[in-house]
Each structure stands twice: as structure tokens, then as C-alpha cells.
């Protein structure tokens, strides 16, 4: 199996990019495919002594950067000869069976949409990152790739977390969530009411395992397993969530740093901080799959290190064997509506 991987793309690019590419291949037995600056690449493949993994490692020459403030446009325009728009068009030619970024979130959509191309029959493509929760990690579609959705593309996006969800997460039936202002069936704006029907209708039909509305406050307790949404809302509860995780765990190094007693107390339950603390940890997940291309598509966090870019593969590799897209083929006249009458 083969990972095309944006060697370019990312915060600390190239040296994590091609660390966690040497990680994966020793570890995983990933074969990668680095594309980006060549001569920046093969530098910090010496700097990572990759010598006992090369025959794993290919480099392909990508002279130019997407830059995090360039616009989402210029995958397929200015910078045509970008390391993720290179990486891109190889993997819609097959010469990959998946792609792992950390770089600009809007030219991977833009450059996945135009390159590799959605799913027939899928409206719109959607970011799904796993969050912790007390029941173990839910799947939170859509997380920003989509600010305006139709209740057809809610629709879908149940469907096609359903499926990831199944099999990454080995958990049969889960559990479908749709996040609103309250639990009550007549709760939220039009669109919500709407997809709330459709998911009604989906799940009596016994194709998903709809089960209503649920709160804000719900979803890190587990409330559901695959809690969707526009990406809007999801990129709000997302940051949100990082930004909560990140003040609970520094009010709680400050609370054991306050007394020999509270430090003492810390060397306690230091192993279950420390679990606590990885499953806050983004570098343990890997990144989020971009469902509804044609083919597997990561988009790893942009501030990445090589072992969060090694988890990404992990997972680019896992999707790729998974049968995913082929579950959403083989059902896509459920995912579509009929066109309203005029």
C-alpha cells in the first residue's frame, strides 16, 4: 500500500512530514510516496538517519509551498505545481491508494473536489475528526469543510459517518445524533427540522440508527456516536472542545503544583493524568478523513509532529483497506433525493 504524503504541508513541514514518514515506515511498513522540495526532503531524510527504511521512501520533486494564508483557489490555479496539488493529481491517477496532508484545509477540499473527485451522487464532501468522549470517541461530521448545508447533504453526511464509524471504530450500528438546540423532534431551524425527517425516515427503514436530537452539553458524554452537523456549528463545538481540554489540563497542573501535598497527590494518579491527557492528544488520533472523495484523503492537523504525521498514515492506510467508499457507492440511492417539483 501506498501513502502519498504532503511532505510540504503542515507548520513544521518538512522536517515532521519526513520524521513521521520514516516513523510509519519502520513501524507500519508504510510505503510513502514524499512530495514537495526535493532537495528540502532528502535533507531531513538524512537528519532522520533513514537509511534502514529507504527502500520504503520515494521522493517526488514539487517545486512550490500552499502557504496557510494563500487562498483555497490556488491548489488549482496559481500554485498548479504545489506539493499537495502534485500529491493530489497522483493520487487521482492511481499512483496511490491514499493521501495525507497537514496543509491549508481549503485546498485540500478545493484540490480533493477538483483532482480526485467526489463520489457520484455526493453533494459535498465533509471533514470527521474524532472527539473524546466518556464512551470512548465520537465522530463529529461536518467540522468546517461545508459553513451552509441542505438537510440532502446532513443526509449524507449521517450515512457516510455511519459507515467510517462501523468500520475504523469496529462498532456495529452506531449510534446517529443530530445536534440541535434542544432534544425535542420540533426543535431548531427549518433545515434541522427537515433532516430531522429524513434521518426519521432513514432509520425506520432500518439503514441507520438515528437517535434524535441531542445537546451540546450531551456530546461529550457519548450521547452518540457519530454527532452531525453543518460545518459551521462543528467547527465551533471542535474548538471549543480544544480549548476546554487545554484550560482543564493547565488548571490542573496548577492545582498539583500548589502544595508538597497537591505534588504528592500527583505522583498518585500521574498514570491516569497521563491517559486522560492522550486522549486529548490530536497526535494520537492522526488527523480527519475528508469523506465523500473517491478516494482516502487525511487531513492531518496543521501543527502536526512526526509522530502525529506517523498516526495520520496509520490512519490513511486503515481507510484505505477499510471498504469505506465502496459501502457509499453501494448505497448512494439512499443518501439522494428526488429533485422538488418546480
Do not use: W
Amino acid at each position: 500500500m501506498k501513502i502519498i504524503l504532503d511532505a510540504m504541508g503542515g507548520d513544521n513541514a518538512p522536517q515532521s512530514t519526513v520524521e513521521g514518514a520514516v516513523l510509519a515506515a519502520r513501524e507500519l511498513g508504510a510505503e510513502v510516496i514524499l512530495v514537495g522540495r526535493e532537495s528540502d526532503i532528502l535533507a531531513c531524510l538524512d537528519r532522520a538517519q533513514s537509511s534502514d527504511v529507504t527502500d520504503k521512501l520515494e521522493v517526488v520533486n514539487a517545486p512550490d509551498v500552499i502557504d496557510m494564508c494563500d487562498s483555497a483557489t490556488s491548489v488549482t490555479k496559481e500554485k498548479k505545481d504545489s506539493s499537495l496539488a502534485v500529491g493530489l493529481r497522483m493520487l487521482g491517477e492511481g499512483k496511490g491508494d491514499a493521501l495525507v496532508s497537514g496543509g491549508n484545509t481549503g485546498a485540500v477540499l478545493v484540490g480533493s473536489t477538483m483532482y480526485v473527485k467526489r463520489i457520484r451522487g455526493i453533494r459535498r464532501a465533509a471533514l470527521a475528526p474524532i472527539i473524546p468522549t466518556g464512551k470512548g470517541g465520537s465522530l463529529l461530521i461536518d467540522c468546517g469543510a461545508n459553513v451552509e448545508c441542505t438537510p440532502e447533504y446532513l443526509l449524507q453526511f449521517a450515512y457516510m459517518g455511519s459507515y467510517y464509524f462501523e468500520k475504523q471504530m469496529h462498532r456495529a450500528d452506531p449510534t446517529i445524533g443530530l445536534l440541535n438546540n434542544g432534544a425535542e423532534e420540533s426543535k431548531g431551524t427549518p433545515v434541522l427540522r427537515e433532516t430531522y425527517a429524513l434521518l426519521k425516515k432513514a432509520h425506520e427503514a432500518g439503514r441507520i440508527n438515528f437517535v434524535g436530537n441531542i445537546e451540546g452539553r450531551d456530546v461529550a458524554f457519548g450521547a452518540a456516536d457519530i454527532v452531525l452537523c453543518d460545518g459551521f456549528t462543528g467547527n465551533v463545538l471542535l474548538k471549543t472542545y480544544e480549548g476546554v481540554g487545554m484550560y482543564f489540563v493547565g488548571e490542573m497542573k496548577k492545582m498539583f503544583k500548589k502544595s508538597a501535598f497537591s505534588k504528592l497527590a500527583a505522583l498518585m494518579v500521574k498514570s491516569s493524568l497521563m491517559e486522560f491527557k492522550q486522549k486529548l492528544d490530536y497526535k494520537e488520533v492522526g488527523g480527519a478523513p475528508l469523506l465523500g472523495i473517491s478516494k482516502p484523503v487525511i487531513k492531518a492537523h496543521g501543527s502536526s509532529d512526526a509522530h502525529a504525521v506517523k498516526s495520520a498514515i496509520r490512519q490513511a492506510m486503515e481507510y484505505a483497506d477499510s471498504h469505506i467508499i465502496e459501502s457509499i457507492v453501494e448505497n448512494i440511492e439512499h443518501m439522494t433525493l428526488e429533485p422538488k417539483a418546480q
